[in-house]
């Protein structure tokens, strides 16, 4: 089909930018500077400056940035960290690769975020933080939930994985909390040409014991390592195309704004519900999920107009059969389990021509419910 809508469309970003793209290959390679090294270094301050924070560690993946982040807090074995059900899996894979328990709560059936009534129930003398999502790239409610930690001496990560130039109450994500977790996966609003990820922190210490976990954990003396460390370095190549992205990102933000708003006020459909804002969020619509009646209706409806959309996420991580270990069933955190079986994320991307906006907007209201699948 012609004029198909991918969901997700990278190349056209790629040719819209190819020959800065290439200078910034080239000009790590003209230095050999692949692993680390000063074009990683000068990103972390532009990325820590970006968040608000006064240090960003540079790793291989969000999911890595997780993980890395937790080990430095000194969690481990027989601690519990409370995470929202209704996020993609890595969220949860961080305190089961540093040896915790996720403990998996439900999310409000508004704003789809974490629900700060549920940490506080799920709160037991072995709980040592919690993992707030950032859900599509819009904040949670820090205020609240940052003062539950306090008062319960738990720290606090906020997983900005989706969410990067977001704001809360005019501060940006990353810069919230005790720890910010962010992936830079290729289809991120800040995306690189392959892995990549970070751990900002205004904590000196915890940055000092991220950069060397991330480095084999090595020591300050030349051969000295301290202590059991990874492989999980970012790489040149990645960070100098981030700090070409970082030139236009801005840009980018307001264009994926202005659609998610033509969404929000052309498209009128009864069977289909937004995501509500959190008080004092900007929202930087990583994604635009919506709910509907029948997802498989609605996506073929979609896809015979020509428009492919995606759905994040069909199974919520209580109920992953990586985690059935843990005991949940299915009826355990309503809102997320809803969520998983309706939730369907439609285009968005700077990319897309108003043309293309103003299809989708007319395809998804002239969905009836009952085309066929």
Not at 59 to 68: C, P
Request: glycine share 8%; proline share 3%.
């Amino acid at each position: 089909m012609d004029n198909f809508i991918a969901f997700c469309d990278l190349k056209r970003q790629y040719s819209r930018n190819r020959e800065a793209f290439l200078r910034a290959i080239d000009s790590v390679c003209e230095k050999a500077a692949f692993i680390d090294g000063e074009f990683v270094k000068a990103f972390e301050a532009e990325f820590a400056s970006l968040c608000g924070a006064d240090y960003a560690c540079c790793v291989n993946s969000g999911t890595n940035a997780i993980s890395l982040a937790l080990l430095a807090l000194g969690i481990g074995p027989g601690d519990e960290v409370i995470v929202p059900a209704n996020t993609f899996i890595a969220t949860a894979w961080g305190p089961a690769y540093a040896g915790a328990k996720p403990v998996f709560v439900d999310c409000r059936s508004d704003t789809w975020e974490i629900d700060v009534n549920a940490v506080e129930a799920a709160i037991t003398e072995k709980t040592k933080a919690v993992i707030g999502v950032h859900l599509y790239g819009m904040t949670f409610d820090v205020d609240f939930l940052l003062a539950l930690t306090k008062s319960r001496s738990l720290y606090l990560v906020e997983d900005s994985a989706q969410a990067h130039g977001a704001l809360y109450r005019g501060k940006p994500a990353g810069g919230l909390c005790d720890v910010g977790c962010f992936s830079f996966y290729p289809t991120k609003n800040l995306g690189a040409f392959g892995e990549g990820g970070c751990v900002t922190t205004d904590n000196e210490t915890l940055a000092a014991t991220v950069n060397s976990l991330k480095n084999h954990g090595i020591g300050k003396k030349n051969g000295e390592h301290d202590e059991i460390g990874f492989n999980m370095r970012m790489d040149g190549i990645q960070a100098a195309i981030l700090s070409e992205k970082l030139k236009t990102f801005q840009t980018s933000l307001e264009r994926r704004r202005k659609i998610a708003s033509r969404y929000k006020s052309e498209m009128k459909h009864p069977l289909i519900a937004f995501q509500q804002d959190t008080p004092g969020a900007q929202h930087v619509y990583h994604l635009f999920v919506v709910t509907v009646d029948n997802r498989e209706r609605f996506a073929a409806h979609l896809l015979e107009n020509g428009i492919e959309i995606s759905a994040h996420y069909r199974i919520p991580c209580h109920l992953q059969k990586a985690f059935a270990g843990l005991g949940y069933k299915k009826g355990d955190l309503p809102n997320a389990e809803y969520l998983a079986e309706h939730c369907v994320s439609l285009p968005i991307y700077p990319e897309l021509e108003d043309g293309e906006v103003d299809r989708i907007i007319r395809v998804c209201n002239s969905y009836s419910g009952e085309a066929k699948v």
